[in-house]
DNA sequence: TCCACTCCTAGCGACGCGCT
DNA sequence: AGCGCGTCGCTAGGAGTGGA
């Protein structure tokens, strides 16, 4: 446990990005952000649940949950962790800072040592002297104009915009999109989950998924930009999904679009 | 528009597990 | 006994819905 002297002088690193998580809500974010305060630079601390549960002032079984929440959308990994002669620690978590961490990106995330580091004074991670704001500059929110939207359900032939496909392909060119369409479609009707903006909501499904590691990579090349695509005429295709195939005839279209204006390829959305 | 009812969810206590 | 965590079941409050 830590000393008021020693919260005085602890800060975390909070991306405004997790603002913008369409899954995040107000409790979640008060763990991320009191996890962010004992986090080292890479964004990996283990206070004890009951230490969270004392910080935030809920109990134990709710700070659980809500750490079970976090790592079901992708916003925290949870390691178990256990001492030199056995005995169970506490969790090891590592916070998603950048937008779009890729697991394979993340080379400063070395493993933790076996040491018995908690939310000790001794061990509370020190920051770095250089998380000063850099960027000055206010983005404005997109969803400030235009009122709040409605929530909506997402039909089960719900597609990406030929936008959300260019998007998609610049920024996850090896991921399977039609295949993570259709879990998408089925997660949000299994939950129930409703949104505001679905493609941005997908978008950040994506981006999640691809950072956890749970896409599936391209069967074989699809290259928008030549228009090639996973033809259904294909014989190693035959058992295309329908919604691979609604992608591909999406990614044709935008495509032909993109050809059409002879603009360029980059697309740069914001969440 | 107001009221009553129903349903869902968050929060919590209690208990159990595995280990020293 | 103590620690850290998972899970079950209960309760209260809020949201949603339908009728007057």
């Known amino acids: 446990m830590t000393t008021p002297t020693d919260n005085a002088s602890r800060w975390g690193k909070i991306p405004a990005w ?5 899954d995040l809500d107000a409790d979640g974010f008060a763990i991320l952000a009191a996890l962010a305060t004992f986090a080292d630079e890479n964004g990996v601390c283990w206070p004890s649940q009951s230490t969270l549960a004392a910080k935030l002032k809920r109990s134990r079984p ?22 030199r002669d056995g005995s169970r620690l506490s969790c090891l978590y590592r916070l998603r800072i950048a937008q779009n961490e890729a697991a394979a990106a993340q080379p400063e995330m070395r493993p933790v040592p076996d040491g ?19 960027h000055s500059e206010q983005i404005p929110d997109s969803h400030a104009s235009g009122g709040r939207r409605p929530l909506r359900d997402v039909p089960a032939d719900w597609m990406p915009t030929p936008d959300d496909l260019a998007w998609a ?12 369409v259709e879990g998408f479609v089925l997660r ?33 090349a699809v290259t928008v930009g030549s228009m090639t695509t996973n033809a259904p005429t294909n014989a190693g295709h035959a058992r295309q999904s329908v919604a691979e195939q609604r992608v591909n005839a999406w990614m044709a279209v935008a495509a032909r679009l993109k050809d059409a204006q ?10």
């Open 116 to 134: 018995d580091r908690d939310d000790s004074p001794a061990n509370a991670p020190c920051p770095t002297p250089s998380q000063k704001q850099l």
């Open 188 to 220: 949000c009707q299994a939950h129930g989950y409703r949104y505001r903006d679905i493609s941005a909501a997908w978008r950040a499904w994506l981006t999640q998924d691809a950072a956890a590691g749970k896409t599936q990579p391209v069967k074989s």
């Open 262 to 271: 002879g603009t360029p390829s980059t697309v740069h959305p914001r969440f």
């Open 18 to 22: 997790w603002l913008d998580h369409p």
């Open 169 to 180: 392909r610049n920024h996850f060119s090896s991921v399977d999109l039609g295949r993570h």
């Open 62 to 83: 709710t700070i659980n949950r809500i750490l079970q929440r976090l790592g079901d959308i992708g916003l925290v990994s949870i390691e178990h962790r256990r001492g």
